[in-house]
């Protein structure tokens, strides 16, 4: 079992920027992918960003050149720098983990935190 904590949402105004950081924590030696996704009031849930254990990088298009996705591996962290927020950024953003160390993919998620973003 994987546990996820996110932090660092919050209410932003347009044009600003929020960093979300998502601890993880239980049975990490196996987790490969983290990432982040979102979800918006009346919206299906998203992919906004991955980073692999070898650093390749994801990112839904509507995201790329404003968010960054990072680790620290000596942490067990995964990070989201968003710039440059718009309000169709405002969601729920969720933590996202990849754990295979039985070989077959078991996936996680954390509780969420609210991303806001005012025009």
């Known amino acids: 079992q994987v546990q996820l904590v996110e932090s660092g949402g919050g209410l932003v105004q347009a044009g600003g920027s929020l960093r979300l950081s998502c601890a993880a924590s239980?049975?990490?030696?196996?987790?490969?992918?983290m990432g982040w996704d979102r979800q918006a009031p009346g919206k299906q849930r998203e992919l906004v960003a991955t980073?692999?254990?070898?650093?390749?990088?994801n990112y839904a298009d509507s995201v790329k050149g404003r968010f960054t996705i990072s680790r620290d591996y000596a942490k067990n962290t995964v990070y989201l720098q968003m710039n440059s927020l718009k309000p169709e950024d405002t969601a729920v953003y969720y933590c996202?983990?990849?754990?295979?160390?039985?070989?077959?993919?078991?996936?996680?998620w954390g509780q969420g935190t609210q991303v806001t973003v005012s025009s």
């Open positions: 996202t983990a990849e754990e295979v160390a039985t070989g077959i993919p078991s996936y996680y």
């Open positions: 239980g049975s990490i030696f196996g987790i490969d992918a």
């Open positions: 980073m692999t254990s070898v650093d390749r990088t």
